[in-house]
């Protein structure tokens, strides 16, 4: 198994995408980016530390490959949107890979560049080193599945469930 790191703005929302494609083998919400030890939830939605909310992707490298799997993050967010991502506004909700090695941080910025050449405009995807990651509470792990009808409430909201 291998891990990767992820941020896609709301880490409800890119984790309930995610963890359906075959090989992901688990999920899990938290943090990553920022040099503050173990932050909380209202830290990082407050904008209090550097940290953005990341899903660590645990998965199967023989069923899915790190190619395919930064694909479909990059097609799962707004990558032209150097805000946030939809209603979540702010650097904790920006996006990035974490990249652990030289062959994933080469990957990741061969399929932004791409992005970039494709669509003529700027993507706005931080490629970072893997530092740490720091596990949200456990209210948002699989928060799609725990509460439903609040998450397809803030899919709609945000407008992500249009781009998905």
Known sequence: MKNAYLAGGCFWCIASFI??????????????GGDEVDPTYEEVKNQETNHRE???????????SYKELVAFFIDSVDPFDDGGQYIDRGYSYTLAIYYNDE????EAIRQIKELEEKAKAKVY??????KEFYEAEEYHQDYHLKNPEAFKE????????KKM
């Open 54 to 64: 990341t899903i660590k992707v645990v998965y199967d490298e023989k069923k899915i």
């Open 125 to 130: 995807i931080a490629v970072e080193k893997f």
């Open 19 to 32: 963890s359906e494609l075959n090989g992901v083998i688990d999920v899990v919400s938290g943090f990553s």
């Open 154 to 161: 803030e899919l709609e909201k945000s407008g992500r469930n």
């Open 103 to 106: 062959a994933e941080k080469e």
